[in-house]
């Protein structure tokens, strides 16, 4: 065998192995991420698996670490590591590169060899990218009251609406216009940004992409039926914070995975918004507070002052409201109390 093609595949399996380990623990201890953390174990052992053809004994003579003028080479950012993210999204580039030296140079060792890596390769990409998003996450806000706004469900005028929910307490406006066109949803998205801005509360748009990044809001949430959020974030990079509904851990799975930055977690209970929508109550509140502890979420449903208390005890740490606020004479208040039973709970 080539004993130089014999080195390169040591000392670059070497180099994949501890950059999948990396991956691994960084999902796993950092960010909580079971996804990520599941699919780089499964590429670390079908890694092993592929070049098991490579007898060990001959890569271990092949090592040489004497001999080797690399091991003094060092790059100029090569112990510059911001945080846990930086640290992975170098594990990723790391891992590409070092398979695809294990494949051509298994070309001059075994070539079955060399297409088993090469498709683990593409497996690492994808890998990398999950890493790349999940990266791009930092830590978003966690928002404890978002008030959900239609103009057509407020008893108020919404203007008076918005600025009396964020007397009592919201920190996220929610821009929900079904009907309404791509102009007046955007003129209309700015009216609100107007008034939440100033007061350092998000402006986040419904459904809309492109109502969200033309009228300057903070974010868009997308349910299960608009634009993928993978497709979402390719659009908007990271500038723009992105949320998901979801009413399974299988949705939120595919949602955190695709790059969400929050998730609509629910419903909690009944809801006169989506009466069609049975809901997933407390128990997948429970589930994904468990699963997810670092993302930020947003209990929804049928929620109103009484009921925050028992979505603390399962884990809340913030609800999204619709109707309670904006058919209340007195939104302000409504607010108030919600904020207060969020308090209370996380304090017991």
């Avoid at 003579?61 to 170098?90: F, N, P, Q």
């Avoid at 297409?115 to 390769?121: F, G, H, I, K, Y």
Wanted: overall charge neutral; glycine content about 8%.
């Amino acid at each position: 065998m080539d004993l130089a093609a014999l080195r390169m595949i040591d000392a670059n399996l070497n180099r994949a192995r501890e950059a999948i380990r990396t991956l691994e623990d960084v999902a796993r201890f950092a960010w909580n991420d079971r996804a990520i953390a599941e699919e780089a174990k499964s590429l670390r052992h079908a890694l092993q698996a592929a070049v098991a053809a490579i007898p060990a004994d001959k890569l271990a003579c092949a090592r040489d670490i004497a001999a080797d003028v690399g091991t003094e080479l060092a790059g100029a950012h090569e112990y510059a590591r911001g945080d846990s993210s930086s640290i992975a999204i170098a594990a990723g580039k790391r891992l590409t590169e070092a398979l695809r030296v294990v494949e051509e140079a298994a070309k001059a060792v075994d070539p079955q060899v060399a297409r088993a890596v090469e498709a683990l390769r593409y497996r690492a990409y994808a890998l990398d990218a999950r890493a790349v998003l999940r990266a791009s996450l930092g830590q978003p806000r966690q928002w404890r009251l978002c008030v959900l706004v239609t103009r057509a469900l407020c008893r108020l005028p919404w203007e008076e609406v918005v600025s009396r929910a964020i007397e009592g307490g919201a920190d996220a406006v929610q821009v929900r216009e079904k009907d309404m066109c791509a102009r007046e949803f955007v003129a209309h998205a700015r009216a609100v940004r107007a008034i939440c801005a100033p007061r350092g509360v998000a402006v986040i748009v419904n459904d809309r992409l492109d109502v969200a990044l033309a009228a300057g809001a903070d974010g868009v949430h997308l349910g299960t039926d608009d634009l993928p959020v993978r497709a979402a974030r390719r659009i908007a990079g990271s500038g723009l914070r992105i949320g998901a509904s979801t009413h399974s851990l299988a949705e939120a799975r595919a949602a955190v995975d695709a790059g969400a930055d929050h998730c609509g977690v629910g419903a909690m209970y009944a809801s006169g918004l989506k009466p069609g929508l049975a809901p997933s109550g407390e128990a997948y509140l429970r589930e994904f507070v468990a699963e997810f502890p670092q993302i930020p979420h947003l209990a929804i449903g049928g929620i109103a002052p009484g009921r925050v208390t028992a979505l603390v005890r399962a884990g809340c740490r913030g609800v999204a409201v619709s109707s309670a606020i904006c058919g209340a004479g007195d939104p302000a208040a409504v607010a108030r109390a919600m904020v207060a039973e969020l308090s209370q709970g996380a304090q017991a």
